[in-house]
């Protein structure tokens, strides 16, 4: 403190915002981890990793906040255009992909989580702040979480409008999300999101607005708020997640293929079995209401787990959490339920949890706890 003090006080009269960090001291080392004991007045260090999205977006005309083309912009420029990042936290970029997210593949976020993890691993970095489109960066916050075994900020940014655009949200975000990623307050939290002021778990957000800056919800509310440089928070994820978590990117190479099934009245079963036949190790079957099965469909869904495919069911309802044994008897049919886990993020989590197991009781009791 005796060290802190001066520095505080120097940045007040000059009126810098400073990171947590800063006033809070060294991180103090973790088990598996060196202590960094910086002085006490080093800025945060970190990361920003880009890989495109609205975010790195441009657009004809400052009017266009809806007609542009997605992931023009490189990572250092975007870091340019906010020179008050320089005053949260040391920054340096790392373009790792320049695409729109709904063109992500699984060896494409396999590659970033590997990266990510070799980041969080270095003595001189402190946090990670990655760049992404708001189409699936629900699913890659969620993989990451599983995967990314540390207790350092990951923090996953977007914005809805380009930066060519009146009124563009990604500045703030990308300020917000370096604020985060610096944070002491934002360790061992998961991995986050910061858009529109909110800080959002990353495993429980999802995009729900296609169309304005307040697009993304979490039906358990947001972990807290970055406000002017300060994080504030109010509640703290209970599944598990980085350090707690089972999985680990370092032995991952490669995903099995989950197929998502949409419900609604009228179905056929060609689409479960196509996907079966195309690949799927699990189906998420995206019910109506709790999860739902049509009469008419059940013994195909039976069937195909009688040939060793797992039957996850979820539900296209969007909040709430499927019941076990409710609408359909999972136990008898061995079937597992995906608890409040949307289809995208069911599809995540049944993947990795592929990677170790196929028993079907296995899988249960990991969409339990994550
Ligand atoms: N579809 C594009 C993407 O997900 C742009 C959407 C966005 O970033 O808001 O990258």
């Known amino acids: 403190m005796r060290r802190t003090l001066p520095i505080v006080l120097m940045a007040l009269m000059a009126g810098t915002v400073l990171p947590a960090r800063a006033l809070e001291g060294p991180i103090p080392a973790k088990p598996g981890e060196t202590a960094t004991a910086p002085a006490a007045s080093a800025k945060p260090r970190v990361v920003i990793v880009a890989t495109g999205g609205t975010i790195a977006g441009a657009g004809a005309d400052a009017a266009n906040s809806a007609t542009y083309q997605a992931a023009k912009v490189p990572v250092d420029k975007l870091i340019a255009a906010v020179p008050a990042i320089a005053q949260v936290a040391d920054v340096r970029g790392e373009q790792a992909f320049q695409i729109a997210s709904e063109s992500f593949t699984n060896a494409q976020l396999?590659?970033?989580?590997?990266?990510?993890?070799?980041?969080?691993?270095?003595?001189?970095?402190?946090?990670?702040?990655?760049?992404h489109g708001t189409d699936t960066v629900e699913e890659t916050a969620y993989f990451l979480d599983l995967?990314?075994?540390?207790?350092?900020?990951?923090?996953?940014?977007a914005s809805m409008r380009p930066s060519t655009a009146i009124s563009a949200d990604g500045a703030l975000n990308l300020l917000d999300a370096v604020t985060v990623a610096g944070a002491n307050d934002a360790r061992a939290k998961g991995v986050l999101l910061t858009m529109n002021d909110e800080i959002q778990a990353g495993r429980d957000t999802t995009k729900r607005v296609n169309i304005k800056p307040s697009a993304f919800f979490s039906q358990w509310g947001p972990l807290g708020m970055v406000v002017e440089g300060k994080t504030y928070w109010f509640r703290a994820p209970v599944k598990r997640h980085g350090t707690t978590s089972e999985f680990n990117i370092d032995g991952i190479d490669s995903l099995p293929e989950v197929a998502i099934?949409?419900?609604s009245g009228n179905m056929h079963p060609e689409p479960y079995t196509t996907a079966v036949a195309g690949g799927a190790k699990a189906i998420i079957h995206a019910g109506t209401g709790n999860g739902s099965v049509a009469g008419y469909l059940v013994d195909t869904l039976k069937d195909l787990?009688?040939?060793?495919?797992?039957?996850?069911?979820?539900?296209?309802?969007?909040?709430?959490f499927v019941l076990r044994n409710a609408e359909q008897p999972d136990d008898k049919y061995d079937?597992?339920?995906?608890?409040d886990l949307n289809p995208q993020k069911a599809k995540i989590l049944a993947a990795v949890a592929l990677t170790k197991?196929?028993?079907?009781?296995?899988?249960?009791?990991?969409?339990?706890?994550?």
């Open 110 to 131: 396999i590659e970033l989580a590997k990266k990510v993890s070799a980041l969080v691993k270095r003595d001189d970095v402190d946090g990670v702040v990655i760049t």
């Open 357 to 370: 197991t196929q028993d079907s009781k296995e899988l249960q009791r990991i969409f339990w706890e994550y």
């Open 305 to 320: 787990r009688s040939k060793g495919v797992l039957i996850i069911r979820s539900s296209r309802v969007g909040d709430g």
């Open 261 to 263: 099934v949409y419900g």
């Open 335 to 339: 079937w597992v339920v995906a608890h």
């Open 147 to 157: 995967v990314v075994r540390t207790d350092k900020p990951i923090v996953m940014v």
